[in-house]
């Protein structure tokens, strides 16, 4: 893969996830564990931004009354509204320290639902740096991120993935 055509889209290492006493960090505390997720996520993006790799960081998040959801969601966004999870404004919406943005990065906009395209800028990041290779690590990993990507989508296999969550 062609550095210089290849983004690593990292998904919501956001404190919730992958700090102790994030609110959901509990429920996938044993996946990270098992795969060593954070340590490898760090070393692949460190890797990938000395060669020049567009590293794309795609947080979720939600005002403090979550008027973005319908009054009562259901499944994961749900659980997310009930627990008080992924504030823009507070610390668990947060990226996590491990994997703090650089000068460079680009932080993707507007994810506020399950696929990180649908609702963001990243289709717009991604064609304008003319991307080809999509290299997808982080939490509720699966196909939805697929859609209307465009480029060769590669995903981690340290990823949580979406039924590991569930």
């Not at 460190?46 to 795609?58: P, S």
């Not at 259901?74 to 999870?85: E, H, Q, T």
């Not at 460079?104 to 064609?127: E, H, M, R, Y």
Request: charged content about 20%; proline content about 2%.
């Amino acid at each position: 893969m062609d550095p210089k055509k290849t983004a690593l889209v990292l998904i919501e290492f956001q404190n919730e996830f992958t700090t102790e006493g994030g609110k959901l960090h509990d429920a996938v505390k044993g996946v990270m564990e098992s795969t060593n997720m954070l340590e490898n996520a760090k070393a692949t993006m460190e890797a990938a931004r000395e060669k020049g790799v567009l590293i794309c960081h795609v947080p979720i998040t939600f005002s403090n009354d979550y008027r973005e959801l319908a009054k009562e969601p259901y499944g994961i966004l749900g659980n997310v509204k009930a627990s008080g999870s992924f504030k823009r404004d507070g610390w668990g919406g947060a990226i996590c320290e491990a994997m703090t943005p650089e000068a460079g990065d680009v932080i993707i906009q507007g994810k506020s639902g399950l696929c990180g395209f649908a609702s963001t800028n990243l289709n717009f990041v991604l064609a304008h740096n003319h991307i080809e290779n999509v290299v997808l690590a982080g939490f509720l990993v699966s196909g939805r991120y697929i859609q209307g990507a465009g480029a060769h989508i590669v995903i981690c296999s340290t990823s949580v993935r979406q039924q590991d969550f569930l």
